[in-house]
């Protein structure tokens, strides 16, 4: 039986946008690391755009896609934009089922 793989989170900071680089699950117990990495949009005024890069996640549930959605909610009250690049396979299906990808 295969072990659930932890989510390791890369954080990237150019030209006024914040890279979050996410592998493995993003599920309810990721969700901490996902939003200390987002606590950075505090301590670094200038950012214009958050890139959420999600092709190597390979499981999200709603806590994660939660997540995301909050960091959109954010964006738009701060003046920032929000990007997600989407997971691939059937971490993927969550977007679709959901219909967030219509936003």
Do not use: K, W
């Amino acid at each position: 039986m295969p072990y659930p793989s932890p989510l390791l989170v890369t954080v990237e900071e150019s030209d006024a946008t914040l890279h979050v680089r996410l592998a493995g699950e993003f599920d309810l117990a990721a969700v901490p690391l996902v939003e200390e990495a987002l606590d950075r949009l505090t301590r670094a005024p200038v950012l214009r755009r958050v890139v959420f890069d999600l092709r190597a996640v390979c499981f999200l549930d709603l806590a994660g896609l939660r997540t995301i959605l909050r960091a959109d909610a954010r964006g738009r009250a701060e003046a920032f934009e929000v990007v997600v690049v989407r997971p691939r396979g059937t971490a993927n299906r969550v977007f679709t089922l959901t219909r967030v990808g219509e936003q």
